[in-house]
């Protein structure tokens, strides 16, 4: 039986990509070697690098006035990397707290300077993207930090807010999911295991002259600007996690780019969320307006009826569907990877549920 993976991550792979890898995990290119074996200073390698960085500046159209580096330790290091490297001395950054990683952001931030919170939905359980016109960002900040789309909670900007200050995104579970203007940004970071590939490696953008700004006595891995240097190369990167990256920049190509993938993950989203909508057993605890295109999150009348849900769902095929454990019900996340046949499998066991429980 074909099962779709509707897991918030690691997450589905495309079929294409993960078949390609299988083949070429043994022989890479026809080198005799198997691509784990090559070394990162090889010219197979170098090839690889070379690929990704130009296929993720094409897909995303990324001047030479910002930087694209790959760096272990996934978005959570960057948390603690975004205010070592761009918090002024005896500063402050902004936050807006719109769910669980957004504050563990915040937290970490608090360790290198002050954090003021300059928005935040956590008195209705983060079911919403505080209305961005509200906002009052300071121009001495450092910087306001967001986070794109809210993983647990469900929620996602459907626009930024204008600062003067750089605007730093945790893009981690909508990246490449939608056309942004990479330069109303100053950095944004995504740990793969979403949307680009598999874990093991962040994808940070970084406007070049942002990173000069680091304290000298910061640990060179842990510098944006030692990644910047040395192509991401200082030390052993994570070859594996690039190379899947640079495949998943392939296929994205292949099917059109980041505009197609925009357009099938709004009917992919849409078409899950009118169901909800129109339906009086399915429920959603979102806003409307900040909900999410990539994890659909939704509830049922009874917490029995969402187990029931969850065990039925897996006979017919479709895995990772419970939501995150600080807030249970169900989540579908939908990302790039996820086909509409997925998604229209999901909804066909939606409504035989609804109809035989009701
Ligand atoms: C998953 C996730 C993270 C954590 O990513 P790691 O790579 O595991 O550190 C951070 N932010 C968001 C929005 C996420 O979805």
Redesign the pocket.
């Known amino acids: 039986m074909k099962i779709f993976n509707f897991s918030a991550?690691p997450a589905m792979l495309p079929e294409e990509v993960m078949e390609k890898a299988a083949a070429e995990f043994t022989n890479y290119a026809d080198s005799g070697c198997g691509l784990m074996e090559l070394s990162h200073r090889g010219t197979e390698f170098s090839d690889i690098m070379q690929r990704v960085e130009a296929n993720i500046r094409g897909l995303m159209n990324i001047g030479d006035d910002y930087a694209v580096c790959f760096i272990q330790g996934?978005?959570?290091l960057q948390f603690a990397m975004v205010p070592m490297n761009l918090m002024l001395p005896g500063g402050f950054a902004e936050y807006a707290d719109t769910g669980s990683?957004a504050s563990k952001a915040a937290k970490e931030a608090k360790l290198f300077g002050d954090v003021k919170i300059v928005a935040s939905s956590k008195e209705t359980n983060y079911d919403r993207i505080p209305v961005i016109r509200h906002w009052r960002p300071d121009p001495k900040a450092s910087y306001l930090h967001i986070?794109s789309?809210?993983?647990i909670a469900g929620t996602q900007y459907h626009s930024f807010p204008e600062t003067e200050v750089p605007l730093v995104a945790?893009m981690?579970?909508d990246i490449m999911s939608k056309v942004i203007d990479i330069n109303s940004f100053g950095l944004i970071y995504a740990?793969a295991?979403?949307n680009l590939g598999p874990?093991g490696v962040?994808l940070v953008i970084i406007r070049r002259d942002l990173a000069e700004r680091v304290p000298e006595k910061t640990p060179v891995m842990l510098k944006h600007k030692t990644y910047i240097e040395n192509n991401s190369l200082y030390n052993t990167p994570p070859t594996f996690g690039i190379y899947m990256l640079n495949l998943v920049m392939e296929w994205l190509k292949d099917k059109g780019g980041i505009s197609a993938m925009e357009e099938i993950n709004d009917a992919k989203s849409e078409a899950l969320y009118e169901l909800i909508d129109s339906s009086e057993f399915y429920r959603s605890p979102v806003d409307p307006g900040s909900r999410s295109r990539m994890n659909v999150v939704f509830r049922l009348p009874s917490e029995d009826l969402e187990a029931k849900f969850l065990s039925g769902a897996k006979k017919a095929g479709l895995t990772g569907l419970k939501g995150h454990r600080s807030v249970g019900g169900i989540r579908a996340s939908i990302y790039n990877a996820m086909p509409i046949k997925g998604v229209e499998t999901l909804i066909d066991f939606m409504n035989e549920f609804e109809s035989a429980n009701r």
Do not use: E, L
Request: no cysteine.
């Open positions: 991550g996934g978005a959570s990683w986070t789309n809210n993983t945790d981690s579970s740990g295991q979403k874990s962040a």
